[in-house]
């Protein structure tokens, strides 16, 4: 994968945030660029060179809604193949979370190990990572250390599967996680082999239709908050009885809304916790049935 030329796409957005850009990804996601990163007011987009087309980026960005953001300009250039390690390597720190839990790539040395030590392959399709918030859903999962043990939980845009890998490693009897990336989902399954938790971790390609398959006692889903607002019915319907849902993804001043919606459902608040403006917070269902 390395040995290939990639075109970085620089797209400014207007206004810049961290969710308009990750709404920018979704819509980016079928061209297909393999991995994104954000350097106020762009985001950049990578793509192997022979899959890049130009008229259809132009296409994609001409047909989105302004009533969000607009996307003012976007110019490509060449990334020799030589210098991909340095720059994915580079947006991929290390996380230590409470002294508890380790999240490190294969590349970092050194550490100092902690009770639960997670190794992941970041790879190309995810050069770049919201630490906060993963930060706030491995301390979550870390403080219901007596919910996870024994349960069935599921990782809603796994990603890498940290939070998946996290939760085998705490005792879950089984863990599942989907991203709408097929690249994704097979890298979590990947990097559960790596971990050796890959008996007790499953990972599917898909949108949240796919939690239909079974019911959950955590469901976990660190996304946007629009995905998450879209998508809150349906974890709740997944959840059974007592089931805890944490969710990050979102600024602190969006938890009204959230909360708002999860309280619609049958999911009763619990806490939340926030890091730099990023917003985590848990719930509970609380109904059985929704009306």
Known sequence: MNSQEYIEVSVRIDPFTEENAEILMAELEDMPFESFSTEEPYLKCYIPKDEYSPQMLKLTLNGLEENIFKVTEFFAKLIPATNWNALWESNFSPIIVDGKCTVKASFHKGLKRTRFNITINPQMAFGTGHHQTTYMMCRALLQNEASVKGSVVMDMGCGTA??????????????????????????????????????????????????????????????????????????SRSLRKDGLLFVSGFYTEDLPMIRGVAEANGLEFTGSDSMDSWCCAGFKKILRNMI
């Open 162 to 235: 940290i939070l998946a890998i996290l939760a085998a490693k705490m005792g879950a009897a089984h863990v599942y996680g989907i991203d709408i990336d097929a690249v994704a989902a097979v890298s979590a399954f990947d990097n559960a082999r790596l971990n050796r938790v890959s008996r007790h971790v499953e990972t599917y390609c898909g949108d949240a239709s796919l939690l239909q398959m079974g019911k959950y006692d955590i469901l976990l889903a660190n996304i946007n908050r629009n995905i998450l607002l879209q998508d809150i019915p349906t974890y």
